[in-house]
């Protein structure tokens, strides 16, 4: 199993922009689907975005046309860059991955979360 980190979370007005990485250390990053989940209190974790090993890309609607998943084998890396942040999309993002991860069943590796906040 892969170990994950988040980092690049803070808070930003509605409106703004901000970009989350996730860096991967052990091996196998480019055999892994990779995405991004987001948790905001007294929700259920959900889906936003997902990263095929050959790059095929998922949104979820609410995030369509505002948010950008990208991956870099090289560095075993995975970015979501956020644009048009609204106040709900305030929440906990977590990275995560795994070989037979899909859009209803999460990979096994999660990193700790990095907290995104929308406020003015």
Do not use: H
């Not at 690049?8 to 995405?35: D, E, H, K, N």
């Amino acid at each position: 199993q892969v170990q994950l980190v988040e980092s690049g979370g803070g808070l930003v007005q509605p409106g703004g922009s901000l970009t989350l990485s996730c860096a991967a250390s052990g091996s196998g990053f480019r055999f892994l689907t990779m995405g991004w989940y987001r948790q905001a209190p007294g929700k259920q974790r959900e889906l936003v975005a997902q990263i095929t090993i050959s790059s095929n890309t998922y949104y979820a609607e609410f995030v369509r046309g505002r948010f950008t998943i990208s991956r870099d084998n090289s560095r075993k890396t995975v970015s979501l860059q956020m644009d048009s942040l609204k106040p709900e999309d305030t929440a906990a993002y977590y990275c995560n991955g795994g070989v037979t991860a899909t859009r209803t069943t999460a990979g096994g590796s999660w990193g700790q979360g990095t907290q995104v906040t929308v406020s003015s």
